[in-house]
C-alpha cells in the first residue's frame, strides 16, 4: 500500500514501512516540502525541518574546511555536493550534509538529466557526512548502515551539541570501523577537526576554518622538514 501524504505531518522525523514507489511519490510531491529524505530497505525518513543556525555554521564550516585541504593540495581535485540528493534506484535514496568527490570522474551535471545523482550513471561520492543536531542516534544508526551499505568509503557524523566527530572508514567486511585521522582526505586528523568545532563557540565559523588552515599549514612544513 502507497502511503497516505496526508500521514506526514511537519516533523523531523517519520519512520514507515515503505516502498520504493512511496518513495518516490514523496520525492516528486509537490505538496510535500521535504529538506532531506533517505529511503534503504524499507526505511523511509523525511525530513519537512528548516535548517537551524547551528547546523548551517557547521556545515558551512566543514565545506570551507574541505575547500582549504584543496589549497594545500591543488593538483588533487575535489568537488563538494552537500545536500544533494543521491539514488541507486529502486534500493537507496540519501541526502547528505557533505558530499565529497575526490580525484577523477566526478559527476558533472547536464542539461535535460534528473537534478540529482544517480549511482547507475554516476560514481558513489568519496567521502559523505551529516550535521547532527538533533538526529545524533539516527545519524550513528540508520543513516550509518545506508551509507555503509552503498559501499561510500568514508562517513562522518559532526555531533553540533558535544563538538565531537565520529569518523569512520569503510572495511573489507562492509561495515564502518572509527578512524583518527581521514583517509580521503590525508593529512587531517579528526581531533584537530574537533578542536576546531569548539572554537565556533567564541568565534565566527570563517575564523575557525581560518585557524584550522594556519595549524595544517604547519602540519605540512612539519613534515617537509622531515623528509
Sequence with gaps: ??????????????RHDATWQDYVAIRDSSDIDWRKI?????????????????????????????GFWAFLHPEIPLQSYGRCLIERPDTHACAPDLVLYKGDNIPKWQLGEPRRLILNRHRLPDLVGEIADTTL????????Q?????????????????????????????????????????GLPIALLEQTLTRLETEANTAAATWLLQQLQHIEQQRESST
Design 146 to 186: 545506508l551509507y555503509a551499505s552503498l559501499g561510500i568509503a568514508e562517513y562522518w557524523v559532526i555531533d553540533v551539541k558535544g563538538n565531537q566527530i565520529f569518523a569512520f572508514s569503510l572495511l573489507a567486511s562492509g561495515r564502518y570501523g572509527i578512524i583518527e585521522n581521514s583517509q580521503v582526505l590525508p
Design 38 to 66: 533517505s529511503f534503504h530497505q524499507g526505511w523511509l525518513w523525511v525530513d519537512m525541518g528548516t535548517e537551524g543556525p547551528s547546523h548551517a555554521s557547521f556545515s558551512d564550516l566543514i565545506t570551507m574546511i574541505f
Design 137 to 144: 542516534s539516527l545519524d550513528l544508526d540508520e543513516q550509518k
Design 1 to 14: 500500500m502507497t502511503l497516505s501524504l496526508d500521514t506526514l505531518i511537519p516533523s523531523i522525523l517519520q
